[in-house]
């Protein structure tokens, strides 16, 4: 069974710094582009980043709002995605998913690419920031 | 980036209704978009890839279309279990984004 467990999360102050853990079973991690995507209290999903695999140099991406103060990383070898969280604000409170991102192949004339998009999530770990 | 607004943010309807949630993308994603629904307290879960393509496992009462930069997710015969927020993303370019959801009550 294809499974994301995420732990990590607590309440933090303002400032401070967290670092939460998704472990992945069931699939060949190593394989896939990973996401974290967070939910505030009573709000819609916002995209926090993604990495892609090491096909593709583990390069990563980040949203505007977390660039600079968080970092993505994995570990293959452990089948486990990481966010390292830093100078955490307020408006960081949120449940916290990852995301497993499966590839969609499109050729058109002979040029091709892949499109990413999650399909399979943890159940999220909460993270509170407060003083 | 890329905005998208669904509309309605709300919708009552009830158990056997047919009903159309409408997500529009604020430049061209090429069909670059999915659906998730999400109930309280859970992940969320895909039911939508590709704009219209329907993802295993998921009942074939959804179903997802798309018009330039207008996509609709419609649910032909609502039954209980698919009272829930949704929400469109767009997968085009990053940043990733999501609508703002849809929440789906009974009436």
Not at chain 1, 2 to 12: A, N, R
Not at chain 1, 109 to 120: E, K, L, P, Q, T
Not at chain 2, 83 to 95: E, G, I, K, M, V
Request: aromatic content about 14%; proline content about 3%.
């Amino acid at each position: 069974e294809v499974q994301l467990v995420e732990s990590g999360g607590g309440l933090v102050q303002p400032g401070g710094s967290l670092r939460l853990s998704c472990a992945a079973s069931g699939f060949t991690f190593s394989d896939h582009f990973m996401d974290w995507v967070r939910q505030a209290p009573g709000k819609g999903l916002e995209w926090v980043g993604r990495t892609r695999n090491k096909a593709n140099s583990y390069t990563i991406e980040y949203a505007a709002s977390v660039k600079g103060r968080f970092t993505i990383s994995r570990d293959d070898s452990k089948n486990s995605l990481y966010l390292q969280m830093n100078s955490l604000k307020t408006e960081d409170t949120a449940v916290y998913y990852c995301g497993r991102d499966r590839p969609y192949y499109y050729d058109i004339s002979g040029h091709y690419a892949y499109y990413y998009f999650i399909d399979v999530w943890g159940k999220g770990t909460t993270v509170t920031v407060s003083s | 980036d890329i905005q998208m607004t669904q509309s309605p943010s709300t919708l009552s309807a009830s158990v056997g209704d047919r009903v159309t949630i409408t997500c529009r993308a604020s430049q061209i994603i090429s069909n670059w978009l999915a659906w998730y629904q999400q109930k309280p307290g859970k992940a969320p879960k895909l039911l939508i890839y590709r704009a219209s393509s329907l993802e295993g496992g998921v009942s074939s009462r959804f179903s997802g279309s798309a018009s330039g930069t207008e996509f609709t997710l419609t649910i032909s015969s609502l039954q209980p279990d698919d009272f829930a927020t949704y929400y469109c993303q767009q997968y085009d370019s990053y940043p990733i984004t999501f609508g703002q959801g849809t929440r789906l009550e009974i009436k």
